[in-house]
């Protein structure tokens, strides 16, 4: 059994006329049963190298079928007493079939217990499709339709994303290049526009009463707006600009006291915003203040504010690296900043730590608790996860500065490319093309990304238990 094992694994490498005395001695016999009395490992999700013991099998694969939950597994390889097949997507019951022979008539045996299966994160798509001219419409929908022309469609712009903290069910999109608002509504899988008279807006935020949103827009003048609010009460119609200046790639609220910060692509400068003194006392659109420049002029990034406050992340997307920026709360503004991650202008892909790791043009990303560092009493409970754009992964940033690859980057049998359209299993199967924006749900425990260049919203989450994550 380890003999016939090591070959299934491992390939046909070895002694030749040993491996084809085993194969030629183990033909299937159509008069004789189909015994399946032992499988390897007992437990496992889709995608799962599975070995299963028996009588009968054969050795050619193209007359064997596999069914695990009533789903068709994948068949790599048989000899006989053993085959070598993976794990399928959604095979909940976990019931184990070999079916051996012609399509019309086939011997088939059955295991006496069941694979436990278990589910994991997948990447799936809930919106948008790509036509084969690559001219799909900016369009309002639905997420799926029979009448493709009534589904939403676009999303090619790099996007930015946020959940409304009062309606999780709402999530509010923006779009470089698009001069619309757009809410992504959960409640009946809708896409709307909400707002069309916007000029390259960057980011979305929230204020911490939850009253207002903040929108920063990328204009080219001094004088232009660089950020504004939208009112609840009024349904986002509204719109007073809070700050002018230009450039501004993105805004932040800090989450406990209140302040804004937005910066300038001109300078690379970091500005702080006391919306609090806005509100109560009024506060001129130049009544803000520069803590530092990051760098030189031309520098693109984003402000990710830790949901603790105490400090934030400035993913500088066009030199490829991410900051981080510890809070001074008895001054109630951020400290200088210092390098966690990623090299000035050192492009690349390697998972590492600090300054070791490698990036190429990281977008947006979210604060999720990890269950773990709370239970181990860790003083900082979240890890950070961030779309790398050229690197078409999705990634996540250790409070310890050490960077790993979360999702992206697989399906190698297709071909080399580490870009493409494909769902399933987070690093063997899935892919993307250029992500940008991407939000956290904390009530469904699941992600979704902007996957800009294949035109669609994707998820991240726990297998869906009735429905094809594919269709």
């Not at 493709?148 to 712009?157: L, T």
């Not at 297709?414 to 199967?429: C, F, K, M, S, T």
């Not at 904390?442 to 996957?451: C, N, R, V, W």
Request: hydrophobic content about 35%.
């Amino acid at each position: 059994m380890l003999w016939t094992f090591l070959v299934l694994i491992f390939g046909l490498g070895g002694c030749k006329d040993d491996i084809k005395n085993v194969t030629e001695a183990l033909p299937f016999d159509p008069a004789k049963p189909v015994v399946v009395s032992d499988f390897s490992p007992k437990a496992g999700g889709m995608g799962q190298r599975l070995v299963i013991y028996g009588q009968n099998f054969g050795n050619d694969p193209t007359k064997i079928n596999v069914l695990i939950g009533g789903k068709q597994a994948k068949v790599i390889s048989a000899v006989g007493e053993s085959l070598y097949c993976l794990v399928p997507r959604q095979a909940f019951n976990g019931d184990i079939e070999v079916r051996v022979g012609d399509p019309n008539k086939q011997t088939i045996g059955k295991s006496a217990k069941p694979f436990d299966y278990q589910r994991k994160m997948v990447v799936s798509t809930i919106i948008g499709y790509r036509n084969s001219r690559g001219d799909e419409p900016w369009r309002d929908g639905k997420f799926k339709d029979a009448d493709q022309s009534k589904m939403a469609s676009g999303f090619w712009e790099p996007s930015f994303m946020k959940f409304d903290p009062v309606n999780p069910k709402h999530l509010w999109m923006t779009f470089d290049n698009n001069n619309g608002l757009y809410l992504i509504n959960f409640a009946d899988s809708t896409v709307t526009k909400k707002r069309s008279d916007f000029d390259r807006p960057r980011s979305i935020d929230f204020t911490v009463d939850h009253k207002y949103m903040i929108i920063a827009e990328d204009r080219g003048g001094e004088n232009d707006r660089a950020t504004y609010r939208l009112s609840r009460d009024r349904q986002w119609q509204d719109r007073e600009v809070l700050t002018t200046y230009r450039q501004c790639n993105g805004a932040s609220v800090h989450p406990i006291n209140g302040e804004m910060y937005f910066n300038s692509y001109e300078k690379g400068q970091f500005f702080r915003f006391d919306l609090n003194k806005y509100f109560n006392e009024g506060l001129d659109v130049k009544g803000y203040e520069q803590l530092f420049v990051v760098h030189d002029p031309q520098w693109e990034y984003k402000i990710l504010i830790h949901p603790t406050g105490n400090y934030a992340y400035i993913v500088v997307i066009n030199q490829h690296y991410i900051l981080r920026v510890d809070y001074n709360w008895e001054k109630k503004q951020f400290n200088q900043p210092y390098l966690v991650c990623g090299q000035l202008r050192g492009a690349g892909y390697e998972d590492a730590v600090g300054s070791s790791a490698r990036l190429r043009n990281p977008y947006q990303g979210v604060f999720v608790k990890n269950p773990k560092y709370v239970a181990d009493g860790k003083t900082d409970e979240y890890d950070f996860y961030f779309t790398d754009q050229q690197n078409h992964a999705i990634r996540i940033l250790k409070p310890d500065g050490s960077v790993t690859t979360f999702a992206g980057r697989g399906s190698s049998s297709i071909n080399a490319n580490p870009y493409g359209y494909v769902d399933g299993d987070l690093r063997q199967e899935a892919r993307f093309d250029r992500p940008s924006g991407i939000a956290y749900s904390e009530t469904e425990g699941a992600f979704y990304i902007g996957d800009q260049s294949n035109r669609r919203i994707r998820k991240i989450a726990l297998e869906e238990m009735d429905q094809s994550i594919n269709e």
